[in-house]
């Protein structure tokens, strides 16, 4: 495949910045953005390069909740060349192993508590360099909500003009929303799952932090234990989940008052708001920019919101509706 101008100038300039023995970066993957990845060598040791074209992404945010996650202890890759008005940038190499794998291992269950052991200390980094993080307020939710049926519902189905959608929609959105703002607001990573996870000597490493906001206490957490690409026993995300309720106690970051059973319906309801975000991404993918392998997850995130929302009255009229409808259209679709 022929190179594209800009790989090229993200050549030129790792040159520039990394040094002549710096070898032809080589694609890696790009993500559910307009970011793209590549490896280099340089010398004997490897470097990631990343290309975010600025007119789409901005790196500031990125770079500061870097900073901040480093002065916290947490592990995060260090950045070894920037160049804002470009969009390239260098990093140190995490590796190819994200924690996907350690999680479909025959014993898994290490390594969900060691990356439910670090949300405690992301809870508490709520600010950065530009200041305060932003909040996830109602505006935000209200954004995230409304992709499930511009997307997924009137893109992707054909199916937004249904009475009966109309009819369940506005209370069910309202309930996920007031869900979200009445927890406790903390620092969160905000795409905390199995693939921006990295395994490095043994270790979690994170990734793709750069969206980070304060907003609901429960949001990483249901992001990795009801994660939209594989499926944990439900009797053992209960297990996980009152262990992370005691370490952020312990933490001083949740309030002993808070009990188990209401950090159960804070995280069971913030689920569905992330999985209802989630499938309406999967289908903008689609649809808007081309790329259809998340497509194959629509199914498992539908299920999620199916068999969570049937057992809360707020959410259960939604789940019927997913159940009877959503689901069989989209297998004719698929």
């Not at 049926?149 to 209370?171: I, R, V, Y």
């Amino acid at each position: 495949m022929s190179k594209d101008v800009r790989q090229q100038q993200l050549t030129d300039w790792l040159l520039a910045q990394r040094g002549a023995q710096c070898s032809e970066p080589e694609a890696i993957f790009a993500d559910a953005s307009f970011r793209r990845y590549f490896r280099y060598q340089r010398g004997r040791h490897s470097e990631i390069a990343m290309d975010a074209p600025p007119e789409q992404e901005d790196c500031r945010p990125f770079i500061a909740v870097t900073e901040a996650y480093a002065a916290a202890g947490l592990p995060v890759p260090a950045i070894l060349a920037q160049d804002l008005e470009l969009g390239f940038m260098a990093l140190q190499d995490l590796g190819d192993r994200h924690i996907y794998h350690e999680f479909t291992s025959a014993q898994p269950a290490a390594w969900y508590g060691k990356a439910l052991a670090l949300l405690p200390q992301i809870a508490q980094v709520q600010s950065t360099a530009q200041g305060p993080l932003p909040r996830y307020d109602r505006a935000l939710l209200e954004r995230e909500l409304a992709l499930f049926p511009e997307w997924l519902l009137g893109q992707h189905l054909d199916a937004l003009d249904n009475a009966q959608w109309q009819a369940l929609w506005p209370a069910a959105a309202e309930a996920l929303i007031d869900n979200a703002l009445s927890q406790p607001q903390c620092g969160i990573h905000r795409d905390y799952h199995s693939r921006n996870l990295m395994v490095v000597e043994g270790a979690v490493a994170l990734i793709d932090y750069q969206g980070a906001l304060r907003g609901p206490i429960s949001y990483d957490a249901v992001s990795l234990l009801r994660d939209c690409y594989l499926v944990l026993p439900e009797a053992e995300i209960e297990r996980l989940l009152a262990q992370h309720v005691a370490a952020l106690k312990q933490a001083g970051v949740l309030a002993d008052s808070v009990t188990l059973a209401q950090f159960q319906r804070w995280f069971d309801l913030m689920g569905i708001q992330r999985h209802l975000k989630a499938a309406g991404i999967f289908a903008r993918l689609h649809h808007r920019d081309g790329r259809s392998a998340y497509l194959a997850d629509l199914p498992r995130v539908l299920n999620y919101i199916i068999t969570i929302g049937a057992r809360y009255p707020e959410t259960s009229a939604l789940a019927t509706f997913l159940a009877s409808a959503v689901l069989p259209r989209l297998e004719a679709v698929r």
